[in-house]
């Protein structure tokens, strides 16, 4: 594998200079930009509309402690007992006494929570213990989080922000991160920073059936990797239970919160299968469910199972789920009274770029935050609710202690003399939209729920040879460079599953079936 993806040269590449770069714009990115002091400058790049992050996307909420009846022993309890014996309790300590404040500043920075009474309204969702979720819209909460935070972001006078701008790849110089070189709509530009903050999201798009948006390719995590920053816990990629599934739909995420206000999972025969499961039934945290939802749909034949929300009552299904409401009439299903055909989806990456409290990685300039990487909050298996609460207190860490480093170098705009030459054919002899179909498919059929060695080694071979002609062609459009990071990513997490020879959280290994503490109680 080539170090960077394509070539280019400090004198035949135009340069731009910022004291804080931050690739992404999700929920992540922008908190750490808005945590930067105003007397610096801020650079956020995202590859497509600021408004195109898996932050927009999410439905559920944000978790905290807030009801005087919960305490934070019982999220942290909840949070560690999810993560199935990898989470690591002083993080996750951290991030649960933060969750109230990180709430509060949203609503301070304009976010408009749903009440009840005057007071935050407070749902319930899997693996939790008490009502801690607070939401917006109904059922839109990112979509309104993100107004706010984007509505700030635009008229803080020290940031600005690049949309439709390609990431290739991380610059480093002397054991240092030192910037990025991005594509833009004019061309390739390198952009020399003092500090560089990671917050570019997930990799749902290595499976065919997903949650998140096209955006998430797992270009931040292959970057990070071809730049030498060390990855862990490649092989935890959560499965959303309930992905609604529509012939010629999208695949929209039917939120937890569904269940967490009592809706039932039934099969193709109307039976209610989850009690049968799980004495938590529903409430079963998202691997247990995904799981026995895969079980009965080999036992029925089926393709799918149903949500049924019919005994909940119509005013009060429609107040709380406006927006599922509105995707599901589209397909003539009327959620107060039709059963809602779903199926486990690719929701959350739970490994990426390991980063220590404060968001620093093992490469010395670069920070990151969100999805992209593993703190050890998730464990095996992240908590509902939990991921947009990591990246607003990782993403306010990253962006206070990359100013902080900054300040210790002085500002400069000297150019580095950071150059790729190598000799690659062009890409444009590959159908790049073949190869990404038959990755994402196989990466369903071997690296899904359920896996074992066989399969595993399958697809290790199939993908490495991908990855012997594809990685060595230099391609000039996002198309291309999104399959060499997809097949990147897809080849670590093959690796990881592979080694793990166990099942823990979301990783289920059908020839391992038990949880081997004394083997693997570790990162890989």
């Not at 409290?357 to 093992?362: F, I, K, N, V």
């Not at 990783?507 to 081997?516: A, M, T, W």
Request: charged share 20%; with cysteine.
């Amino acid at each position: 594998m080539p170090r960077y993806v394509v070539r280019f040269g400090p004198k035949q590449t135009p340069h731009f200079f910022t004291d804080i770069l931050v690739i992404g714009g999700g929920i992540a990115g922008l908190r750490a930009a808005l945590a930067v002091p105003a007397d610096m400058d801020v650079l956020v790049v995202t590859k497509d509309a600021i408004q195109q992050s898996s932050s927009s996307y999410a439905q559920g909420g944000i978790a905290g402690v807030l009801a005087p009846e919960d305490r934070f022993e019982n999220h942290i309890e909840d949070t560690l007992t999810a993560g199935a014996g990898l989470c690591d309790r002083t993080v996750v300590e951290m991030v649960v006494r933060e969750a109230p404040e990180q709430i509060n500043e949203l609503v301070r920075l304009g976010t408009k929570f749903d009440l009840e009474g005057g007071q935050l309204a407070l749902t319930r969702e899997g693996g939790h213990s008490h009502r801690r979720i607070v939401h917006a819209l109904g059922d839109a909460t990112g979509h309104e989080v993100m107004r706010a935070i984007i509505e700030r972001a635009r008229s803080a006078r020290n940031l600005r922000i690049w949309d439709n701008t390609f990431t290739i790849d991380l610059l480093t110089d002397a054991g240092a991160c030192v910037g990025a070189i991005v594509h833009r709509p004019e061309g390739n530009l390198l952009i020399w920073a003092r500090q560089t903050i990671l917050a570019s999201g997930g990799c749902g798009m290595v499976y065919r059936e997903t949650t998140n948006p096209p955006v998430a390719t797992g270009d931040g995590m292959a970057a990070a990797f071809r730049a030498g920053a060390e990855l862990r816990d490649m092989e935890f990629m959560q499965f959303h239970p309930t992905v609604l599934y529509v012939a010629g739909s999208g695949r929209y995420l039917i939120t937890e919160a569904v269940r967490g206000e009592g809706g039932y999972l039934r099969d193709k025969n109307g039976v209610r299968f989850m009690p049968d499961e799980d004495p938590r039934a529903e409430l079963a945290p998202r691997d247990i469910v995904a799981r026995a939802i895969v079980r009965r749909m080999e036992q029925t034949q089926h393709p799918n199972v149903y949500i049924d929300l019919s005994h909940l009552g119509a005013e009060r299904v429609l107040q709380r789920f406006p927006a599922m409401a509105k995707i599901c009439s589209s397909f003539g299903l009327d959620i107060t009274t039709d059963s809602i055909p779903v199926r486990p989806g690719a929701h959350y990456m739970i490994g990426g770029v390991t980063v220590d409290m404060e968001g620093r990685t093992t490469l010395p300039g670069l920070w990151a935050a969100g999805e992209v990487t593993s703190s050890g909050l998730h464990g095996a298996n992240r908590l509902a609710s939990n991921s947009l609460l990591e990246g607003l207190v990782y993403g306010a860490a990253c962006g206070q202690g990359a100013a902080r480093e900054a300040n210790k170098t002085p500002e400069s705009l000297q150019v580095r003399s950071v150059r790729c030459t190598f000799d690659a054919p062009p890409g444009d002899a590959l159908d790049i939209a073949d190869i990404t179909a038959s990755l994402r498919s196989l990466m369903v059929r071997s690296m899904g729920i359920v896996r074992d060695a066989a399969h595993l080694r399958e697809a290790e071979h199939q993908v490495d040879f991908w990855c012997q002609y594809v990685l060595q062609h230099e391609f000039s459009t996002p198309g291309g460079w999104e399959l060499q990071n997809l097949l990147t990513v897809a080849r670590l997490m093959i690796a990881a599953a592979l080694e793990r020879q166990e099942s823990r959280g979301v990783h289920y290994r059908s020839d391992f079936p038990q949880r081997d503490d004394k083997q693997w109680q570790r990162h890989i």
